[in-house]
């Protein structure tokens, strides 16, 4: 009987989803075990090979667990909102609605051939309202919440307010004042007591409330790109372009919806120590963050030209501008020779001389053009002179102010102290610029003591004479705080999460504008559902397409929607309750599976969307929605599979194409072909001829009657042709062997190239996998016992399997199942007490093929719920070792003798023996020399 695998496979999926094998109760009877796959946006283009590498190692594990006895979770379902969704619609002239749902129908058959273990009645789709509403429910939370720095946690809106009328904000100080303002034309002053409080009308009141909202409004700095209509996030943004479709991106200035995760910092560090992640990943993270600790300063202007400051009619307010200053570094604030402000800040155009304003705002917009990744990589210096001055905090020097791009608005204040005889950066800045450069401590600079050591010595001032650098930091600290210019300040590097975009496809926000200010929506309104529109584009002035429907504006409507991470912040809750209609996810569910304990996804996330969905949990455990502030305890990065291009070479100005080995001998360009109709490197030239048009008459110059491709590993993409569908595959060598192919492949977490020719040496192993169990006549497997050496096979394999599977090791898995196969085919092994146990090591693996033999060999019951084999190490333990056994020192013979035979056993076996008495022609023994473990020597 042949292994017929698309029938088995058929059979077995269609019975898996009849019996709904993969439906999952929340059974507190079992131990739980929670495996989940980050999930895709559901693509036009449908899976590649490289897309189920994650979803097959997770689906492995999730299968292992649950025959370990585990109550195991594993859903599955769709990132849905969002700008490839839109793009793809807007690309094809189709609604995103239809366009989506097509590609899941594609993805889910994709997905289903494969035979993954999902609970597909949990499934989610974040463009669902039945989803968005508690999305949108959940934004609300946040509208409604404040971080109380006093007790380090989320609370409701309301506490402020009663914290507001009893003391005003002097416990409470604005988190960054006028960061909120959406509205500029309301001012309040930065502190205010009770009784100003009481005073302020409802919009005043509403503005000072915004500036401590976690989910806030205001104007920011966004990266704007024109031809797709929207705001992208700086990970969208690739060498000033956009990353998907490559269109340009400057800054503009845009109200903007934002989620304050600056005040989670340093829960957010501190909840690395706790969580199972890669040492690499906390890195990423711990750095995206950027804690650090110093001081902010603050610098008087004293440029003649600066304007009087007033608010409206009020009275002229003539105290100075002043600039903050935030440095890890204060102790070199004696070496300052100039300043940086960032091109965007706010006063640049306050603070600029009328002589160099046309330089300025000639710089400003140059560097609008610019990525942030872009101005940070930048090597070439640059920057303009804003003929601005600003006094020294400790002597009457005039500092002057510039502007450059590598100065950033979004960290720190924005500006910089620039010490150029203390940092590398400012020193190549003052001397492309030839600004004058004095040391450390403000005199004539020797080049000779640059501040290259935190152990640095300073003793030229008064009050940090002799100190080392962290005795004069806190020093100077302590005298700025003493004359009221400096504060003390942890500053993190990382920016609240701008979470908004202009665009259709997308959360509308629970908001409604009156009057200029924001009111959330009753939780009775929701969901607020997205308004059905055939045709939509970018609103004026950068405004999203809703700002476009006329029944949307009449409402006073938030026209911004929500940003991609918005769903994916939180779905992981979502699959605890997937149907519940009362609530996000009931407290029991929540808190009977907890956290995810294992998280499969790629490392491209894990400053966006793994520390918005650390952020969102901290902030609903704050609350008292969620009784954990960790979501995934264990995270497994899975590498990338990259596709490997193949490559034609035309004779230049003909219709030749030209092998690979030959092309140095002519002018050739080089043309992708798709690698589906390549053989290895050998290309089929009527399929190329059939591929396009234009290569219909192609002529052919062979090396040895074929054809040869060009070869390059690179991103499986496409636009590269390089793609290989894994529908294909499994047509051809079935489920199985895919699944086991993609892990046999390498390490999962290790990048490495596609190659479809390995993929036969796989299904060859199935293939002798199935005689073990059947041969000509039909099923072989019998009840006789086993023997020794079948068990020992067994067993080895058993511990090789559960310690390779529980590390993810899932490429020597494989490896172990082929010489298991090749040991058992050697002993012609046909028992059922070692064929049945191997069944079960294998159906993590290989599902389809250990179903349908552990169904025919005689088993009651699904495999899926079979006990995993117990490991029996006494299977293990060698009764015997093969002795060489040598005649005067001539290796001879070998023997088995027992481990626990005695010296006289041991002569008597090796005198006895055949080919020892043939090499002692009858010569008596002289001497017998055992070393125990290690060799024979017969001495005749």
């Known amino acids: 009987m042949e292994y017929n695998f698309r029938a088995i496979e058929q059979k077995w999926q269609q019975h898996w989803a009849d019996s709904n094998a993969y439906t999952v109760t929340n059974d507190a009877s079992k131990p739980k075990y929670y495996v989940l796959d980050m999930f895709p946006y559901p693509s036009g283009a449908g899976l590649h090979v490289g897309h189920p590498l994650g979803y097959i190692a997770s689906d492995i594990f999730a299968r292992y667990k649950r025959l370990k006895g585990f109550n195991v979770l594993h859903p599955m379902g ?62 609300l939370q946040l509208f409604n919440s404040w971080y109380n720095r006093a007790s380090n946690k989320t609370e409701k809106i309301d506490t402020l307010i009663v914290a507001f009328e009893k003391d005003g904000n002097a416990a409470h100080p604005i988190p960054a004042f006028g960061k909120a303002q959406a509205d500029n034309s309301i001012h309040f002053p930065e502190r205010f007591t009770a009784e100003q409080w009481k005073s302020f009308d409802e919009k005043t009141q509403q503005a000072i409330l915004m500036e401590y909202r976690v989910a806030y409004c205001g104007y920011g700095e966004v990266n704007w790109c024109e031809a797709l209509g929207t705001v992208l996030a700086n990970d969208e943004v690739v060498n000033g372009v956009s990353e998907r479709g490559g269109y340009p991106v400057i800054k503009k200035r845009l109200r903007q919806w934002y989620l304050r995760i600056t005040e989670y910092g340093d829960r957010l560090l501190q909840g690395l120590q706790t969580v199972d992640f890669s040492d690499a990943m906390k890195e990423m993270q711990s750095n995206w963050i950027g804690k650090s600790s110093g001081a902010e300063i603050t610098f008087e202007l004293i440029s003649p030209s600066l304007p009087e400051k007033g608010l409206g009619d009020e009275v002229i307010d003539h105290s100075p501008l002043t600039i903050d200053v935030y440095t890890t570094r204060p102790d070199t604030i004696f070496g300052v020779d100039f300043m940086v402000l960032a091109p965007e800040h706010e006063l640049v155009m306050e603070i600029v001389s009328d002589e160099q304003r046309a330089a300025v705002e000639e710089y400003v917009a140059y560097v609008k053009s610019r990525s942030e990744r872009e101005r940070m990589a930048e090597k070439k210096i640059s920057g303009v002179f804003t003929g601005a001055y600003a006094q020294h905090p400790f002597s009457d020097r005039k500092i002057p102010i510039w502007i450059s791009e590598y100065v950033l608005a979004g960290y720190g204040t924005g500006a910089i102290m620039a010490v150029p005889s203390g940092d590398e950066r400012d020193h190549k800045f003052a001397q492309h610029f030839n600004i004058p450069i004095t040391n450390i401590f403000g005199d004539a600079y020797t080049g000779e003591d640059a501040v290259t050591s935190k152990d640095l010595v300073l003793h030229d001032s008064d009050f940090v004479n002799g100190m080392k650098a962290k005795e004069a930091i806190e020093a100077v600290i302590d005298k700025l705080v003493a004359q009221g210019i400096g504060t003390r300040k942890t500053n993190f590097k990382i920016r609240d999460a701008a979470f908004s975009r202009q665009r259709y496809w997308g959360e509308p926000f629970p908001i409604k504008w009156v009057d200029g200010v924001a009111y959330p929506l009753p939780e009775s309104a929701l969901p607020l559902e997205l308004p059905h529109v055939e045709q939509y584009g970018p609103g004026k002035e950068g405004e999203g397409p809703l700002s476009e429907v006329k029944d949307w504006t009449e409402r006073n409507l938030e026209t911004n929607t929500m940003p991609g991470y918005a769903g994916s912040s939180w779905y992981f809750l979502r699959y605890m309750d997937p149907h519940n209609d009362t609530e996000f996810a009931s407290k029991s569910a929540t808190d009977y599976w907890r956290q995810v304990d294992l998280y499969v996804g790629g490392t491209e996330h894990a400053v966006g969307h793994l520390l918005y969905s650390r952020m969102w949990t901290k902030a609903l455990y704050d609350l008292g929605l969620i009784s954990f502030d960790e979501p995934f305890k264990r995270l497994l990065n899975q590498g990338m599979i990259q596709g490997s291009s193949r490559f034609v070479y035309r004779v230049r100005g003909s219709n030749q194409y030209v092998s690979a080995g030959l092309k140095d001998q002519y002018e050739v360009d080089e043309i992708r072909v798709d690698v589906n109709f390549v053989d290895g490197v050998e290309m089929d030239t009527e399929a190329f001829r059939k591929w396009k048009p234009d290569f219909s008459d192609a002529e052919f110059i062979l090396e040895n009657g074929k054809y040869i491709c060009g070869s390059e590993v690179e991103k499986m993409s496409k636009s590269k042709f390089n793609t290989v569908n894994p529908d294909v595959l499994v047509e051809k060598y079935g489920a199985d062997t895919f699944r086991m192919y993609e892990m046999f492949l390498g390490p999962v977490e290790m990048s490495k190239p596609w190659d479809t020719k390995g993929i036969e040496g796989v299904h060859r192993f199935l293939k002798k996998l199935w005689r073990l169990f059947y041969n000509e006549a039909g099923l072989q497997v019998t009840n006789e016992a086993p023997t020794k050496d079948e068990l020992k096979v067994l067993h080895k394999t058993i511990k090789k399997i559960e310690e390779d599977t529980e590390r993810f090791s899932f490429n020597t898995s494989v490896s172990s199942f082929m010489i298991a196969v090749n040991e058992l085919s050697d002993l012609k092994c046909t028992k059922k007490d070692i064929l049945a146990p191997l069944l079960v090591l294998l159906a993590p693996y290989a599902p389809h093929v250990s179903a349908e033999l552990w169904s025919a060999i005689g088993n009651e019951g699904s495999i899926l719920d079979a006990p995993f084999p117990a490991f029996h190490a006494e299977y293990l333990v ?28 041991v002569q008597a076996l090796v005198l006895a023996n055949e080919t020892v008495q043939k090499w002692m022609e009858g010569k008596p023994l002289r001497k017998l020399v055992f070393v125990k473990g290690r060799m024979i020597n017969v001495v005749v």
């Open 78 to 139: 769709y990132d849905a909102f969002g700008l490839p969704a839109e793009q793809y619609a807007l690309e094809h002239g189709v609604h995103p609605a239809v366009s989506t749902a097509k590609n899941i129908g594609t993805f889910r058959g994709q997905l289903d051939k494969i035979g993954f273990s999902f609970d597909w009645s949990r499934q989610v789709n974040t463009s669902e309202p039945r989803y968005y509403k508690w999305t949108q429910w959940i934004f």
């Open 878 to 905: 060698e009764a015997s070792k093969e002795y060489p056994v040598s005649i005067n020192g001539k290796t001879r013979a070998q023997i088995d003798i027992a481990l626990d035979a005695t010296e006289e056993q």
